[in-house]
């Protein structure tokens, strides 16, 4: 399965917490001039936890590994490579090879 974009993910909160906020605005849980701001931090918090999660280079292989015009992805045949491809996985349909050593 593949992970959803960071522009699907902020377009699903973009619609998903305006309605809770005013949820919460109805329930007078928040006041109603306060949803834009709540709204704006909810979407910048979460757009830094994904950027950290997409970003870490396990993720990034990953991806590249899934393209379909790439065949295979090779990492170096050394502690930190190995841990690479363990951490990104390997599949038929993204292939994450470690090199053979020189």
């Known amino acids: 399965m593949t992970m959803p974009s960071q522009d699907q993910i902020l377009g699903m909160l973009r619609i998903f917490i ?11 849980y ?20 994904w950027s950290a999660v997409a970003h870490k280079q396990s993720a990034v292989v990953a ?3 899934a393209m379909p015009e790439v ?17 990104a996985g390997s ?3 993204a292939l994450i090879t470690v090199a053979p050593k020189k």
Request: glycine letters at 8%; proline letters at 7%; a neutral charge.
């Open 71 to 87: 065949s295979k992805v090779e990492v170096a045949p050394t502690a930190a490579g190995i841990a690479l491809k363990a951490a």
């Open 91 to 93: 599949s038929p349909d």
């Open 30 to 49: 928040i006041p109603e001039g306060a949803v834009a701001d709540v709204t704006t931090a909810i979407v910048t918090l979460v757009a830094i936890g």
């Open 63 to 65: 991806r590249v590994a």
């Open 18 to 28: 305006p309605y809770l906020l005013t949820m919460a605005v109805a329930k007078g």
